[in-house]
Every structure is written in C-alpha cells, then in structure tokens.
C-alpha cells in the first residue's frame, strides 16, 4: 500500500508564493514520475507538473516561468515552488505518484490541498 502526503496549501495574496510538498512511502520504493494536478470548481482536474525519476519536467502553459517542480528521489519527495500567483490558480492540488512492475504502471492520489490566491 502507498501513503501519498501533501503540505502547503493555504490563503496567499497575488503575487505571492507558496510552496507544496508531497511525500510518498509504504510497499514502493520508487516512482517512475511524480506530479502536481490541481482542479478548480467546476473545471476538470488538469496536470500543471510532472517529473520524471531522471528528473525530465513538463508544465502546464500558464504556469511556466512562475512554478518550478523537483524532486527527492530518496526521500521520494516532490515539491511544486509556486511564485507569481494569480487568482486562477486556485484549486485544490493533487499529488500523484506513478510506479512499475514490468509493463504495468500504478498510480497513486493524494488527498489534495487547497490553495487560494485572493486579495
């Protein structure tokens, strides 16, 4: 079983920063990739940052330049750095880890954290 905990969300005004933590542990020892969604009312949950264990990233358009994600891979940890924010970044954010055995990948949710940027 894998236990998949974030921290950090929370109340910031525009232009602010917040930093989120996520840690994985339990029954898997590693992660092929690890990332942050996050999903606002009424919209669908959307990727905004994805690393790989070899530490290769993507991000989401509107977040590029303003959000940085990295990794611990032997703590199997992921933080998402967030400067600039902007109203429309609020959401609930996900964690979510990804694992392989063979040609099998598992994926595994966080119970999410609010973050709202208002003034």
């Known amino acids: 079983q894998v236990r998949i905990v974030e921290s950090g969300g929370g109340l910031v005004q525009p232009g602010g920063s917040l930093r989120l933590s996520c840690a994985a542990s339990?029954?898997?020892?590693?992660?092929?990739?690890m990332g942050w969604y996050r999903q606002a009312p009424g919209k669908q949950r959307e990727l905004v940052a994805e690393?790989?264990?070899?530490?290769?990233?993507n991000y989401e358009d509107s977040v590029k330049g303003r959000f940085t994600i990295s990794r611990d891979n032997a703590k199997n940890t992921v933080y998402l750095q967030m400067n600039n924010l902007k109203p429309e970044d609020t959401a609930v954010y996900y964690c979510?880890?990804?694992?392989?055995?063979?040609?099998?990948?598992?994926?595994?949710w966080g119970q999410g954290t609010q973050v709202t940027v208002s003034s």
């Open positions: 690393i790989t264990s070899g530490s290769s990233t």
């Open positions: 339990g029954s898997v020892s590693s992660f092929v990739g």
């Open positions: 979510n880890a990804v694992s392989r055995r063979g040609e099998v990948y598992y994926s595994y």
